[in-house]
């Protein structure tokens, strides 16, 4: 069977046709104007769906891949940063316009189950992907399916506090492992410390700099404590990091050292590795649903 997979990004929405051996038939990149409102996307997502659907000679199952997730008590959106789609019904307002069952999973979940399926994480029985990029997620893939635990948020390692009287976070606790080492907080540490208002792949070039070990140092200790904690929870057989954040080299060597000091185990080899599919994972882990 055909599968149609759209990713729904901030920026772009992205759509893909694969066939059962996960071919691409078709793809299709088109601008999110998210300004332009809830009504625009449901538009654009509709006509991307249909365009990839005449490519197709039967009719493909679909798969949404959303920021944000899914209350399990109301089935709005929440915690999205494409804003428009806060508090609403994503997924039956597609099935009522399209006229067909759909799925619809968070990008870390279809992260996850990418890279577990086609991906870095082949062959792993309990794989945990996460995401490193303007938010820190995660999901959970436990023989090559999506564990949501009990109220919808496995995987939501981002949020766990690394520091009870630290950093305040939108979600309106202290401490949480975003508002560490994520992208947007690792610049404004770095701000911090050298005065220099840089993007990650900046600050990156800048290892003369004499800021740059402290901000270092800083960034593989919250590193190390946040991806342990999982580890003493999981033990998971991978650990396969996306994000733009999960570009930073020294992460492989130095942060794979950083999260084995602190694991409660006087054994430690879990492979942490970087992601095969990059921007691509969302998409793909779409059309796997």
């Avoid at 990008?107 to 870095?120: H, I, K, W, Y």
């Avoid at 496995?154 to 508002?179: I, P």
């Avoid at 947007?184 to 900046?202: D, G, H, I, T, Y």
Wanted: aromatic letters at 8%; hydrophobic letters at 35%.
């Amino acid at each position: 069977m055909n599968k149609v997979g759209v990713d729904l990004g901030g920026t772009k929405i992205e759509g893909i046709l694969i066939d059962e051996n996960f071919e691409t038939i078709k793809r299709k990149r088109i601008p999110t104007n998210q300004e332009n409102g809830y009504d625009s996307i449901l538009q654009s997502v509709k006509d991307l769906i249909y365009d990839l659907s005449h490519e197709s000679n039967e009719k493909p199952s679909i798969g949404i891949c959303t920021p944000g997730a899914l209350s399990i008590d109301s089935g709005l959106i929440k915690n999205s940063n494409t804003q428009c789609l806060i508090g609403h019904d994503l997924k039956n307002d597609l099935q009522n316009i399209l006229n067909q069952n759909i799925s619809i999973e968070n990008d870390a979940n279809c992260f996850a189950l990418a890279e577990a399926t086609l991906g870095a994480g082949k062959n792993s029985s309990l794989m945990f992907g996460v995401i490193m990029g303007t938010g820190v997620g995660g999901g959970i893939i436990i023989d090559n399916k999506i564990y949501h635990g009990r109220t919808n948020i496995a995987g939501e390692w981002g949020h766990h506090s690394l520091h009870s009287e630290g950093n305040s976070c939108y979600c309106g606790h202290n401490g949480c492992v975003e508002t560490y080492i994520s992208g947007p907080a690792l610049e404004k540490n770095w701000f911090e410390l050298s005065n220099m208002n840089q993007r990650l792949p900046e600050i990156i070039q800048n290892a003369n700099n004499p800021n740059f070990n402290t901000w270092k140092k800083t960034f593989l200790e919250n590193f190390g404590l946040a991806l342990a904690n999982v580890i003493d929870i999981l033990d998971p057989d991978m650990i396969v990091l996306g994000g733009g954040v999960s570009n930073i080299d020294f992460l492989y060597q130095e942060g794979k050292d950083a999260v084995y000091e602190k694991v409660f185990s006087d054994f430690i080899d879990t492979p942490i590795v970087k992601n095969e599919l990059g921007d691509s994972a969302g998409v793909f882990g779409a059309c796997l649903l």
